[in-house]
């Protein structure tokens, strides 16, 4: 069965700090992934696709075949990034999601 | 735009009783999904529809649940005798196409008592 697995519950780090939002996934055929955000009192929203291969508000995600993995990246974390971060594929399956807690 | 509408926002039943939620999806979008997040847990996708079409429901439980998205009107997802652990908070997401970006309303959150 297609899965996606986001292994951390929660990532706190403090403003400036590099971070690393982990999503492997297993999925036959060629995968289109997606990284989806909460913010606080706000609806679930993309934030960005692999295909397009864009960076949005300083987040960028590779897709690596080999491992299987597209995980969010960022150099340098800000408050306003702390929320609830969900990796998805294009067939609708998301992963538990991570909490990123972002602190001053 | 207005957005993904649902509503109601909060909807408590009893074990036993129907639930019905509603999702509008955003003006010109002919396709809706719906997910259910259980506590602790992520998003499961439940079913997509388009206009008059359940095209996918792989992932909707076999009994008590049912939705559709009629011609006039926003989708409903409906759930007879509701259990305690039907309890989650129910997405609806709407796009205009298949492979186009999902935008999703705030959510149904149910409790069953």
């Known amino acids: 069965a297609q899965r996606v697995t986001q292994p951390e519950k929660l990532l706190s780090v403090f403003k400036g700090a590099p971070v690393e939002l982990k999503c492997n996934y297993s999925?036959?055929?060629?995968?289109?992934l997606f990284w989806y955000v909460q913010y606080s009192r706000q609806r679930l929203q993309l934030l960005l696709r692999h295909i397009s291969r864009e960076s949005i508000k300083g987040f960028t995600a590779d897709l690596n075949k080999g491992e299987t993995s597209f995980h969010l990246k960022k150099p340098f974390a800000q408050e306003e990034d702390s929320a609830m971060y969900y990796c998805?594929?294009?067939?609708?399956?998301f992963g538990t999601g991570t909490r990123l807690q972002v602190f001053p | 735009n207005a957005g993904v509408m649902q509503n109601p926002r909060h909807l408590v039943r009893r074990r036993g009783q129907e639930a019905r939620l509603r999702c509008s999806p955003m003006k010109g979008h002919s396709h809706v999904y719906w997910y259910r997040q259980l506590p602790e847990e992520g998003l499961k996708f439940m079913v997509y529809?388009?206009?008059?079409?359940?095209?996918?429901e792989s992932g909707m439980p076999k009994e008590r649940f049912s939705a559709e998205f009629p011609k006039e009107g926003p989708s409903i997802l409906r759930i007879q005798q509701v259990v305690r652990g039907d309890s989650a908070a129910y997405f609806c997401?709407?796009?205009?196409?298949?492979?186009?970006?999902?935008?999703f309303g705030p959510g149904t959150r149910l409790t069953v008592l």
């Open positions: 529809l388009q206009k008059e079409n359940i095209i996918d």
């Open positions: 998805a594929t294009d067939k609708l399956i």
């Open positions: 999925y036959s055929g060629s995968p289109e």
């Open positions: 997401a709407s796009s205009p196409g298949t492979t186009d970006t999902q935008y």
